[in-house]
């Protein structure tokens, strides 16, 4: 779909119309009974998730029962047990390994009949990457219940389940989670190191956040002081294309066929 005036996407436009697709297949599939399309948007501050004393599993499942409240799915049964941990990397000064696999951040899955998420323990020193962990897990859930595919089938499955987790309110976690550059230091080195959670980019993130504002009808400056400095503009620039191309977006996704979106 090629428009030669208006604002410009900071992202691919295939990409982005692939995230209308998946939202409006969320509404039209997923979200049938209209439970989710007015989620409220999940903000990391003391009103969504309070100071706690909690530690190990017990700050997990805290942390967990508060992802699953906001999400309107507390009463959707199943169990989080803790995963595989990350090895240390850093042997020694100047000297670190690099392992052949590392361990995922969580994992949805079945035990007979009772579903099964689990969490890498690792990821209770990060917080933010924790809630973003479980909004994605819960949101195979959500998209396992109903038994269709999205947009692009099996292979985008994973990718369609970041922005599930968006649609559910968590965008700004999935956003700022997405990419992280840390500094380390310790008695005899310091340096920096990268890691990267979820399967879509972030500035893809940043966009699938800005369909949900409008779609939700919630404040964008509220998501926006949330959301790490670069991706700001990301994130503005995505509201533009969207004010200006599809100015009724939600009414345009509840009702458009999803073939629409392949022109």
Not at 26 to 40: E, F, G, P, S
Not at 67 to 91: K, Q, S, Y
Not at 128 to 155: C, K, Q, R, W
Request: with cysteine; hydrophobic share 45%.
């Amino acid at each position: 779909m090629f428009r030669w005036f208006g604002p410009k996407l900071p992202i691919d436009r295939d990409e982005f119309e692939w995230l209308l697709a998946v939202f409006a297949w969320l509404i039209q599939t997923v979200d049938r009974d209209q439970a989710y399309r007015d989620a409220v948007l999940i903000l990391p501050t003391r009103d969504f998730f309070p100071p706690s004393a909690a530690q190990g599993h017990d700050r997990a499942i805290e942390l967990f029962e508060q992802v699953r409240a906001h999400a309107g799915m507390a009463e959707w049964e199943c169990v989080l047990v803790p995963g595989e941990e990350e090895r240390e990397t850093r042997i020694a000064p100047g000297h670190a390994l690099k392992h052949d696999y590392s361990p995922p951040g969580g994992t949805f899955g079945h035990d007979g009949n009772r579903v099964v998420i689990t969490y890498n323990p690792s990821a209770l020193a990060r917080p933010a990457d924790l809630v973003a962990t479980f909004a994605h897990e819960l949101s195979h859930y959500l998209i396992h219940a109903d038994g269709s595919m999205p947009p692009g089938g099996a292979a985008l499955e994973e990718h369609a389940t970041d922005v599930a987790a968006v649609f559910l309110g968590f965008g700004v976690f999935m956003a700022n989670g997405a990419k992280n550059f840390a500094q380390f230091q310790t008695g005899e080195e310091q340096g920096w190191e990268m890691r990267r959670q979820g399967y879509l980019s972030e500035e893809a993130l940043t966009a699938a956040l800005a369909i949900f504002v409008r779609m939700a009808g919630v404040e964008a400056a509220d998501a926006e002081a949330e959301l790490k400095d670069y991706l700001r503009g990301v994130f503005r620039k995505t509201l533009a294309v969207i004010d200006h191309d599809y100015p009724a977006l939600r009414s345009t996704l509840e009702t458009a066929g999803l073939g629409d979106w392949s022109d």
